[in-house]
């Protein structure tokens, strides 16, 4: 065997990968999977696509198998097919901000700019949870909370949070999380919180961060 007859079709195999990533609406799928299984409609409504164009992607998200599924009932279900999808989504998104500068630029306009704060860290976040001097809120929607959240963190999602302020201490400091760091979500919480007079700033890494880095984590509603 030459090493062409090996490469080639090694190459081509790596190349169902870059294919699967190469759309932003498949990015932004995994992304949204990285929060927990969810069904073709759930994904095509808060990735804003139709759920004719959400199947299709995530039909070839699923030939690269980096996607699985289960049905039940009449519904399908969607899942990242282990953690290194995950890690490969969270590199993909270090590595375009690294050596993108329109990546910088949009995150700095639409995230640093916005907030007065310096985000907080995950070695930062991990010690203040530790010494259970914060209020943790996560402001996803509920289904990914259930899914899998940081132990003890509130949940309070973004839609109903103005109604439910009196829920969170007002004499503590606040932590809110998120997706991601690209998610905006813990940015308006935050936002919200500060007008209110609340002490409060945003967890970067979000959910993503906490899990990959091995940390404990709990499921189920509040």
């Known amino acids: ?7 080639d079709p090694l190459y081509v195999q790596f190349a169902r990968i870059g294919h699967a990533v190469a759309s932003p609406v498949r990015i932004e799928l995994l992304d949204l999977l990285a929060q927990g299984e969810k069904t073709v409609e759930a994904l095509a409504a808060q990735s804003s696509t139709g759920i004719k ?14 996607v699985e599924t289960r049905r039940a009932g009449t519904y399908v279900y969607y899942r990242l097919a282990d953690e290194d999808v995950s890690r490969f989504v969270r590199e993909l998104q270090r590595l375009g901000r690294q050596r ?3 990546v910088e630029q949009v995150a700095r306009q639409y995230l640093d700019d916005r907030d007065e704060l310096q985000p907080v860290a995950l070695a930062e976040f991990r010690k203040r949870v530790r010494e259970g001097k914060v209020t943790v809120i996560d402001v996803r929607p509920q289904d990914e909370y259930a899914a899998g959240h940081i132990p003890g ?13 009196s829920a969170v201490p007002k004499h503590r400091d606040v ?9 905006v979500l813990a940015l308006e919480a935050v936002t919200l919180l500060r007008k209110r ?18 940390h404990p984590a709990a499921t189920g509603a509040c």
């Open 153 to 165: 963190a509130l949940s309070i999602p973004l839609a109903e949070l103005r109604k439910r302020l």
């Open 197 to 214: 007079g609340i002490r409060a700033r945003r967890f970067e890494g979000g959910w993503p961060a906490w899990r990959l880095a091995g």
């Open 53 to 66: 164009n959400a199947s299709a992607h995530l039909r070839v998200l699923r030939q690269a198998r980096m």
């Open 175 to 183: 932590i809110a999380y998120c997706r991601g760091p690209y998610c």
């Open 1 to 7: 065997m030459s090493h062409r007859e090996f490469k």
């Open 100 to 102: 993108l500068t329109e």
